[in-house]
T-cell receptor
């Protein structure tokens, strides 16, 4: 199906473990984004990518790593998970910088 | 610094009209977005304003005043399905979205 998907939808992990969240879009959008959403906060940008092999830091990049070897995929890795990274993570894509962003369904991550 | 302010929660009656306000301060400005987010779901795009004035789209309208750093989302003929959070986001000079914490809209019958 066309669209933007994320996996897993739910994940429980332990402090110190490495976790990778997957994001896949079928529109061939140039731009992809990773956000986290926490109660009482707006969406906060972690990393974004303007094209394959081009990534840049957002507002809260510490503790996260991204890659984009293919246009359609934009995985987010927590190298050593911490409790403060418990959150809902949304991946989004857009055709151009100013265009509306389309969001995936989100991954709810709990770090124990 | 960059900042978006919007009310935390609002309550309205089915069939009525509600206005959700948003004020913003950003480094540069490339437009103002409104998104709707139902509980447990992803945000979905509602509107985009970059010029001053009112944009109407069915029951939803969005207004922008760049000189005042102010926007509002107007929802008419409220339906129960409009119960959701409404997110205001301003795009700064780096084309990054700065998001408000969202306004939870509760619709009562």
């Amino acid at each position: 199906d066309a669209g933007i998907t994320q996996s897993p939808r739910y994940k429980i992990t332990e402090t110190g473990r490495q976790v990778t969240l997957m994001c896949h879009q079928t529109w061939s959008h140039s731009y992809m984004f990773w956000y986290r959403q926490d109660l009482g906060h707006g969406l906060r940008l972690i990393y974004y990518s303007a094209a394959a092999d081009i990534t840049d830091k957002g507002e809260v990049p510490d503790g996260y790593v991204v890659s984009r070897s293919k246009t359609e995929n934009f995985p987010l890795t927590l190298e050593s998970a911490t409790r403060s990274q418990t959150s809902v993570y949304f991946c989004a894509s857009s055709e151009r910088e100013i265009n509306e962003q389309f969001f995936g369904p989100g991954t709810r991550l709990t770090v124990l | 610094g960059q900042n978006i302010d919007q009310p935390t929660e609002m309550t309205a009656t089915e069939g009525a009209i509600v206005q959700i306000n948003c004020t913003y301060q950003t480094s540069g400005f490339n437009g103002l977005f409104w998104y709707q987010q139902h509980a447990g779901e992803a945000p979905t795009f509602l509107s985009y304003n970059v010029l001053d004035g009112l944009e109407e789209k069915g029951r939803f309208s969005s207004f922008l005043s760049r000189s005042k750093g102010y926007s509002y989302l107007l929802l008419k003929e409220l339906q129960m399905k409009d119960s959701a959070s409404y997110l205001c986001a301003a795009m700064d000079s780096n084309y990054q979205l700065i998001w408000g914490a969202g306004t939870k809209l509760i619709i009562k019958p």
